[in-house]
Nanobody, 124 residues
């Protein structure tokens, strides 16, 4: 399994920005599908954004389109989530995850390696 470590979470006011980073232990980063998920208290873990290295395609959940961007740096084995115009409802623990290359990006069950998560809190 791939070891993943998220960073960059914190407390921010509504309307602000944060950039999350996910560092991976594998040298075969480009063979994976990468995803960001989040889980708010009392709610299920939900898909936020995905990136497929092969072809460079990305996909965002409707709730974050126009505000969040996913990107990656293969040379650094890292994936990023740029979050702008944050809302109170974006408050959650954010997780980075990997799935096989052909996985469906928004399907949580297809991801088999997860980081420990980083807390994002947006205040009003």
């Amino acid at each position: 399994q791939v070891q993943l470590v998220e960073s960059g979470g914190g407390l921010v006011q509504a309307g602000g920005s944060l950039r999350l980073s996910c560092a991976a232990s594998t040298r075969s980063f480009s063979t994976y599908t990468m995803g960001w998920f989040r889980q708010a208290p009392g709610k299920e873990r939900e898909f936020v954004a995905g990136l497929r290295w092969s072809g460079g395609s990305t996909y965002l959940a409707d709730s974050v389109k126009g505000r969040f961007t996913i990107s990656g740096d293969n040379a650094k084995n890292a994936v990023y989530l740029q979050m702008n115009s944050l809302k109170v409802e974006d408050t959650a623990v954010y997780y980075c995850a990997t799935a096989p290359r052909g996985a469906t990006m928004w399907e949580r069950d297809e991801y088999d390696s997860w980081g420990q998560g980083t807390q994002v809190t947006v205040s009003s």
